[in-house]
């Protein structure tokens, strides 16, 4: 079996890449052209015989159909996306090319060469919006309502999956995933965020070697010591807002089962429960002793997003039945690995820094 992951230098490309491998695929891994190395979370695989990787880039049809008709792939993944909301508000028309036209350049070009490969397309809760059912869940039948640019261009996409299932029978699909996280997550996005802030927190007030008793001051400054050595308060937007949030490695696992049915559908891929920020904040610190975190912390309104989306609650009933999906991990324990990871990280950092 052979497969192609679009996006595979993200989170999710690599955990699929990962369970690819160990199901004796052969994967290649299409990675856009950057001046600067992006495959930081493939080093592992690299010099694995049955993984490759090649430049491409969903935008350029030219581009993907030539990847399609060489490698004449039995799977095609597609989890390239521009994926931060935020930043879908300050780039909307690449946010669309990338996001909704990307995948159109791959369905079209599964259609012409490869019609027999099976296609996978990552769309998102985001495009539920505001939409909730009356029982407080968000399901494969609930109506969609996107708040931003990245939700509406994944939501066309999402569409698009589901003509070209209808009009021409390909095998296409759309995994509508809720927030998932793991260690291997962009620092830019809000639970990174949080622990690689906490991680670093902890390892700083150990190199203090003083018990946690850090004074707060007008310029948001913590400092333990004296004010020549201090640490700035970890700066977050909405606190209240809730979302669904699961552990990556458990939902590729459904990318892969959903590719493996004899029907493609579409599946909601989510916990069932829902947290607020805060909870993620509380948990977080929980981990490494702390309590009391309010002062450590500053609402700043320049995160808040244009259009909020202040819930988001899965219902995945409908994979837990048909193709025998459930989450594997619990929320406290991804918190704890990813916090975990981020201090041994962040003093294996301070540990090259002292080096040079």
Known sequence: MKAIIFGVTGQDGSYLSELLLEKGYKVVGV??????????????????????????????????????NDQQPDEVYNLAAQSHVATSFNEPVHTWRVDAEGPLNILESVRRYSFNAKFYQASTSEMFGKSVDQDGYQRET??????????????????????????????????????????????????RKITKWVAEFKNWLNDENKPFDAQIDQDNIISVMHP?????????????????????????????????????????????????VRDFIRIAFDFIGIKEWENLVVVDPEFYRPAEVEFLHGDYNKAKAEIGWSPETSFNEMVKRMVEHDINNSKKCQQNTTLT
């Open 142 to 191: 609930t109506q969609f309502e996107p708040q931003s640019p990245y939700a509406i261009a994944k939501l066309a996409a999402h569409h698009k999956v589901r003509i070209y299932r209808e009009a021409y029978g390909m095998y296409a699909c759309s995994g509508i995933l809720f927030n998932h996280e793991s260690e291997r997550r962009g620092e830019k996005f809000v639970s």
């Open 31 to 68: 990675n856009r052209r950057a001046s600067t190395n992006n495959t930081c979370r493939l080093e592992h695989l690299l010099d694995n015989k049955d993984f490759s990787l090649i430049e491409g880039d969903v935008t350029d049809f030219i581009n993907v159909s030539s990847i399609i």
């Open 228 to 276: 020549d050595r201090t640490f700035p308060k970890l700066r977050l937007g909405n606190l209240d807002a809730a979302r669904d949030w699961g552990y990556a490695p458990d939902y590729v696992k459904a990318m892969w089962v959903m590719l493996q049915q004899e029907q493609a559908e579409d599946y909601v891929i989510a916990t069932g429960t829902s947290r607020t």
